[in-house]
């Protein structure tokens, strides 16, 4: 099928429609979280990249084949973003945000594909960032950002810019690790921050779906949000 995309952003995809296959980078990529993460673990949130099997569930609630546009929260060193990529259509964007300048430098150097447009800037100020590229809603948004950690108000306001700029039909994902779960677990015992995020994300949309992804270091919960 022909995917029709929103002015300004036909011609980022028009220059080549397959992804080059790049060397891979993996002890370098790892290495680049780690160092960015231990200066910022309270933004990151983990000092691991996600998962294949994160990724996978993160991912599959999406329909790629009608997906023009698909909006990625905290790229860091590109393990998710790559994954979307396999899956997005030929003729469809996905808009990458982070507010980490060496995750959005790396990921520019090393994922040279044309239906990727790295951003730096807040999640916070959604909007306006998808706006320079003529874009007012996403068919979906993919959440790699740690609310747990948050103050209160800005995630309340990400959550609520996500919200406003997904259209009708689409879906938010988003994962929290196990042990930052609002149940009281071993975690509350040691002093490590709880939040009850599934029930957060049911204040913003009317679906709130949930999978346990063991296989990731740590495991996580992956929510589904839909209005």
């Known amino acids: 099928m022909n995917i029709s995309l929103p002015k300004g952003l036909e011609s980022k995809v028009a220059s080549g429609r397959r992804w080059p296959e790049s060397r891979r980078r993996i002890g370098g990529d790892y290495g680049l979280f780690l160092s960015q993460s231990l200066k910022s673990l309270s933004v990151t949130a983990s000092l691991f990249p996600s998962s294949r099997f994160l990724a996978s569930a993160l991912l599959r609630p999406i329909d790629f084949s009608s997906a023009q546009v698909i909006v990625e929260l905290g790229i860091g060193t590109g393990a998710i973003t790559k994954e979307i990529l396999r899956r997005l259509h030929p003729d469809a964007v996905l808009l990458g945000l982070d507010l980490n300048a060496a995750f959005v430098s790396h990921v520019r150097r090393t994922i040279p ?48 810019q996500a919200a406003a700029h997904l259209r009708p039909n689409g879906v938010l994902t988003q994962y929290q690790y196990l042990h930052a779960s609002g149940k009281p677990n071993w975690a509350s015992s040691i002093g490590l921050v709880r939040f009850a995020e599934k029930e957060f994300l049911k204040a913003h949309f009317r679906q709130v779906a949930s999978e346990r992804v063991i296989w990731n270091l740590p495991p996580a919960w992956v929510y589904t949000c839909r209005f």
């Open 113 to 160: 594909d044309p239906r990727f447009i790295p951003i730096l800037g807040s999640a916070e100020r959604l909007g306006a960032l998808l706006g320079r590229h003529g874009v007012t809603r996403a068919d979906a948004i993919v959440s790699s950002l740690g609310l747990t950690a948050m103050p209160p108000a800005l995630r309340t306001g990400i959550l609520k």
